[in-house]
Antibody, heavy 120, light 111 residues
């Protein structure tokens, strides 16, 4: 299984950050797997953003739930992250990840990460 | 949900063993057997080393082991090697559909 993030590397404050994760080497919509997003501000630790079950159920970090949406497009083998009203504090490397299993409690497969900078 | 507590740094000589602790609460680490550990080299994506407290994914050396006692999880690396030098993060289910709460990370230095 391979994951690849894509999207703009620069987003203006107050706008919406949108990223896509393309899945290859596996199925995204027809098996009981979870798909998630994790971020890492420069020089800091990891933060779980949210996860989605293949059926569409979503789970978000309590600190971000009001601004986050994770969705899936099975026809394109992609899942997406939208984070609204961004500020400089949202500057980070964003990773898409998956356990590729029915357990949502760990992430075995990771994308390479994409740096998103919030700046005017 | 507060982050899990890890020591900022640990060190050891080649061949020695080191243990990294991850302190949570009864609402996360202590309440569920869903602790995972990740290794991250500079500029690289994290790599899963341990899941479900003590299980190793295929390909991870058995020098890496995990355990848990009450609200504290631990990662032990035995027979330290130079390539083990990296940052290590613990993660736990946080209850109430908070699927992941990470620790602040521990920098392992192989002397």
């Amino acid at each position: 299984l391979q994951l690849q993030e894509s999207g703009p590397g620069l987003v203006k404050p107050s706008e919406t950050l949108s990223l896509t994760c393309t899945v290859s080497g596996g199925s995204i919509g027809s098996s009981n797997h979870y798909w998630g997003w994790i971020r890492q501000p420069p020089g800091k630790g990891l933060e779980w953003i949210g996860s989605m079950y293949f059926s569409g159920s979503t789970y978000y970090s309590p600190s971000l739930t009001s601004r986050v949406t994770i969705s899936v497009d099975t026809s394109k083998k992609q899942f997406s992250l939208r984070l609204s009203s961004v500020t400089a504090a949202d500057t980070a490397v964003y990773y898409c990840a998956s356990p590729y299993s029915a357990s949502p409690y760990y992430f075995e497969y990771w994308g390479q990460g994409i740096l998103v900078t919030v700046s005017s | 949900q507060s982050a899990l507590t890890q020591p900022r740094s640990v060190s050891g000589s080649p061949g020695q063993s080191v243990t990294i602790s991850c302190i949570g609460t009864s609402s996360d680490v202590g309440g569920y057997n869903y602790v995972s550990w990740y290794q991250q080299h500079p500029g690289k994506a994290p790599k899963l080393m341990i899941y479900d407290v003590s299980k190793r994914p295929s390909g991870v050396p058995d020098r890496f082991s995990g355990s848990k006692s009450a609200n504290t999880a631990s990662l032990t690396i035995s027979g330290l090697q130079a390539e083990d030098e990296a940052d290590y993060y613990c993660c736990s289910y946080g209850g109430s559909n908070t699927l992941g709460v990470f620790g602040g990370g521990t920098k392992l230095t192989v002397l």
